[in-house]
């Protein structure tokens, strides 16, 4: 599997519309691979009371959306300095929403569960990002994705399977998947409540449509938010390149 080069990557900006690339330097890459987006509508009132409030809950055309999004992480390391063994590869789950702050649209996490100890505690520390220890299993078969991840703390469980039905497109600016998975900002708090922002940098997400068949699904319910018992709106991506730099205080 070829991957961008940093170069590469920072040349690609033009669908960074709202987003302008930070002017120091990059962080740390990572690399996405079999992730699912899965995305449910919720009101807008059920999430308000688990977001700072110097956060506007974003909408498209009015709804607000929830995501419970699996994959997993490849080639991790910081700035000049090569993956390592045992942290550079590892499954991550993510229950996620999306907020603006002064005209700026991001993610926020409602959690991350990760199976590698020195990440979560890393992000926790640094980036103030709500990561917890999950024990998770990924097997591929083909196109096929079979996913399971339990958290350590709490229940909040995800098994299923998942896999592309369609080839590969670009979403179009203004529409609901674009808005969806078109974030380049995540928006995160300390344990005072100050709020911070990071950006990343990828490519335009290199989308396919797809089925899943979601044995369990506890994650999002874990944070009191309940799924709607309709299916969700789902959204493949085999892999991207990613860039990520540090956070900042807003």
Do not use: C
């Amino acid at each position: 599997m070829s991957r961008l080069s940093s170069e590469a990557l920072l040349a690609q900006t033009a669908h960074r519309e709202q987003w302008a690339l930070p002017t120091r330097p990059w962080v740390m890459a990572q690399t996405w691979e079999h992730l699912l987006f899965a995305h449910w509508p919720i009101s807008v009132d059920a999430l308000r009371s688990l977001i700072p409030p110097d956060l506007s809950i974003d909408t498209f055309d009015g709804q607000a959306w929830l995501g419970v999004v699996p994959f997993e992480m490849r080639n991790v390391h910081f700035r000049a300095v090569p993956p390592m063994p045992l942290l550079s590869a590892f499954a991550e789950l993510n229950v996620r929403t999306y907020v603006t702050h002064n005209g700026k649209p991001g993610v926020w996490f409602f959690s991350l569960d990760a199976a590698n100890f020195p990440a979560v505690q890393f992000a926790r520390r640094v980036y103030h990002l709500p990561y917890f220890m999950a024990t998770m299993h990924v097997q591929i078969s083909g196109d096929t994705v079979t996913y399971r991840s339990a958290r350590h703390t709490r229940p909040a469980e995800f098994r299923g399977r998942y896999r592309p039905v369609s080839e590969v497109y670009t979403s179009q600016p203004g529409t609901l998947e674009s808005w969806l998975t078109e974030r380049y900002y995540l928006y995160a708090a300390d344990r005072r409540g100050r709020l911070y922002r990071g950006a990343i940098q990828h490519v335009p997400w290199p989308l396919q449509k797809a089925e899943a068949e979601i044995e369990q699904e506890t994650t999002a319910l874990s944070h009191g938010l309940r799924l709607p018992d309709i299916p969700p709106l789902l959204h493949y991506a085999h892999h991207i390149d990613v860039l990520a730099w540090s956070i900042e205080p807003i």
